[in-house]
């Protein structure tokens, strides 16, 4: 199990004391994995990483690495990575799992390197561009976040946080192709898969076309 990011979220970042707070106060997760990562680790990937965006304390990271994939788990909240890497390590999946301490918007990943680019439970419409520039050609960009719709019944809800109407199906960059999108219940997902010139066929090594 390997780290990075130690350091680089401030100490009094509120969105880190918020989030640890939480998690340190929670039960031990249950690590189930959530729907839209396990629809997405169905579809046919290019050979490469799987990056756990917001990850929190993943079921999707460690379905991922028992995939045989390396995942890159970004969250702003060390209580919630530390719960992953324990649990990583527990199930034998410590040496693919590399827990990445950063706020979102200030995660750099390399250009067209990740398989899968997955994003559940959090929307900031500042790092969506990030991280669709991080998918690899053939791979998968999935978001899953709460929609403008779901204030009402979440006053704390910042807008923000919140996908507007089309969104963020909308906001992909030229290059890829929308897969499904769709609401369920309060939060809407989606999928979409970067097109290369060649026929993203040309860059999938296994699995099964959508």
């Known amino acids: 199990m390997s780290s990075e990011g130690a350091g680089l979220v401030p100490g009094g970042h509120p969105d880190r004391v918020r989030w640890n707070a939480r998690y340190a106060a929670r039960a031990v997760p249950s690590f189930t994995p959530h729907p839209l990562a396990v629809r997405a680790l169905a579809f046919g990937l290019?050979?490469?990483?799987?990056?756990?965006l917001a990850c929190?304390?993943?079921?999707?990271?460690?379905?991922?690495a028992t995939y045989g994939r390396r995942v890159i788990a970004v969250d702003i909240s060390e209580v919630a990575l530390g719960l992953l890497g324990d649990e990583a390590r527990r199930r034998g999946l410590g040496h693919l799992i590399t827990l990445v301490h950063a706020d979102l918007p200030s995660w750099s990943p390399g250009p067209r390197s990740y398989a899968l680019v997955l994003c559940a439970g959090f929307w900031l419409a500042a790092a969506f561009p990030v991280a669709a520039g991080a998918v690899a050609d053939g791979g998968l960009?999935?978001?899953?976040a709460y929609t403008t719709e779901a204030r009402p019944a979440h006053p704390g809800l910042d807008p923000r946080w919140c996908l507007a109407p089309g969104?963020?199906?909308?906001?992909?960059?030229?290059?890829?192709?929308?897969?499904d999108q769709g609401d369920v219940r309060d939060q809407r997902f989606?999928?979409?898969?970067?097109?290369?010139?060649?026929?993203?066929?040309?860059?999938i090594s296994a699995g099964r076309s959508p």
Do not use: H, N
């Not at 929190?56 to 991922?64: D, E, I, K, V």
């Not at 969104?167 to 897969?179: D, I, K, T, W």
């Not at 979409?192 to 060649?198: L, V, Y």
């Open 167 to 179: 969104e963020p199906a909308s906001l992909l960059p030229a290059g890829f192709a929308l897969v």
């Open 46 to 52: 290019p050979d490469g990483p799987v990056a756990d």
């Open 190 to 203: 989606m999928l979409a898969r970067r097109t290369p010139a060649g026929g993203w066929r040309a860059a």
């Open 56 to 64: 929190g304390p993943s079921g999707s990271a460690l379905l991922a």
């Open 141 to 144: 960009l999935a978001w899953q």
